[in-house]
């Protein structure tokens, strides 16, 4: 029964095509987050949200467009794809909190050519 | 602004060896800090983590890692390396206490081998 899972776990497009990632937490946890990781396996945030309302938005370019539609839901749909786009993207979740630990999903590596 | 620091890219063991992950960590205040496991094509899991109770923190898989505030430190050991401990390792620490914009500051990683 997984925690937090992430569909598709695979993605290859053509540049300037639009894409949505899907990610679901059967925790109940109320905080979510998109974490992108690059070649060179950095790690770093892109969006949180807590029950459904945006909280952290890191600099992130606008054709990145989070949408939560409950709390147990948080999705991303990317504009315009961009070879630079190209990256594994991390679904989590936590309870919230800074000594809570987040749980990841399996992740979605998008191929962007 | 909260940062860690993972000294060696890439560490090396022999199977049965101790192993030795190292970590700094910068911050202003009173840290929180996390080991993760990454394996080939998964997600991450955590290994262990630091909230204050005890120095030593004790998690899975037999990882142990002890936070000492006048190194900044958080080094990550395991007195016997398993062939099955070959993975990414990352450290984190989490900047942020209210619901939502707590975030988690990785640090670069740590690819650990073990020869058989």
């Known amino acids: 029964d997984t925690a937090v899972s992430q569909t598709p776990k695979y993605l290859v497009t053509q540049m300037g095509n639009d894409k949505s990632i899907k990610c679901e937490q059967n925790?109940?946890?109320?905080?979510m987050y998109w974490y992108k990781q690059d070649s060179k396996k950095f790690l770093k945030i892109m969006f949180s949200?807590?029950?459904?309302?945006?909280?952290i938005n890191e600099t992130v370019p606008n054709r990145f467009s989070p949408k939560s539609p409950d709390k147990a839901h948080l999705n991303l749909h990317i504009n315009s794809l961009e070879l630079g786009d190209s990256a594994v993207y991390f679904c989590?979740?936590?309870?919230?909190?800074?000594?809570?630990?987040?749980?990841f999903g399996q992740g979605t590596r998008l191929t962007v050519v | 602004a909260q940062s860690v620091t993972q000294l060696g890219s890439h560490v090396s063991v022999s199977e049965g060896a101790l192993v030795l992950l190292r970590c700094n960590y910068s911050s202003s205040v009173p840290p929180y800090l996390f080991w993760y496991v990454q394996y080939p094509n998964q997600g991450l899991q955590l290994l262990l983590k630091?909230?204050?109770?005890?120095?030593l923190v004790k998690g899975i898989n037999g990882f142990e890692a002890e936070f000492k505030k006048s190194e900044t430190s958080f080094h990550l050991t395991k007195p016997s390396a398993h062939m099955s401990d070959a993975a990414e390792y990352f450290c984190a620490v989490t900047s942020g206490s209210n619901f939502g914009n707590e975030k988690l500051t990785f640090g670069t990683g740590t690819r650990l081998t073990i020869i058989p």
């Open positions: 989590a979740s936590s309870q919230g909190g800074g000594s809570t630990e987040a749980f």
């Open positions: 630091y909230t204050s109770a005890a120095t």
């Open positions: 925790l109940g946890h109320d905080t």
């Open positions: 949200y807590n029950n459904k309302e945006l909280i």
